[in-house]
Nanobody
């Protein structure tokens, strides 16, 4: 059974930092792209960042470029999202996802597997 388990969400003040982690299991993801998406209340789920498991190629949404960093840690079999300089508009449920196509990484429809999400709240 494939599972993507997110952790690391919480409440932080504007300007602060949080690190999210995603631990995939149940199959090999070496040929997959791992992505982070977020969904704020009343809004559609939107792309945040993606990384290829094998080469480590990355791709970011313009809204987080320069503030967020996605990486993968082979030894721990995890993908992390380091979020710095957080803003109230970053408040959302953050989801980890896995899919086969890096070149459509911004498109949530291309992902096969999803985690349950972790809440990130940034206070002003």
């Amino acid at each position: 059974q494939v599972q993507l388990v997110e952790s690391g969400g919480g409440l932080v003040q504007a300007g602060g930092s949080l690190r999210l982690s995603c631990a995939p299991s149940g199959r090999t993801f070496v040929r997959y792209t791992m992505g982070w998406f977020r969904q704020a209340p009343g809004k559609e789920r939107e792309f945040v960042a993606a990384i290829t498991w094998s080469a480590g190629s990355t791709y970011y949404a313009d809204s987080v470029k320069g503030r967020f960093t996605i990486s993968r840690v082979y030894a721990k079999n995890t993908v992390t999202l380091q979020m710095n300089s957080l803003k109230p508009e970053d408040t959302a449920v953050y989801y980890c996802a896995a899919g086969p196509d890096f070149y459509s990484a911004y498109n949530r429809g291309t992902y096969d597997y999803w985690g349950q999400g972790t809440q990130v709240t940034v206070s002003s």
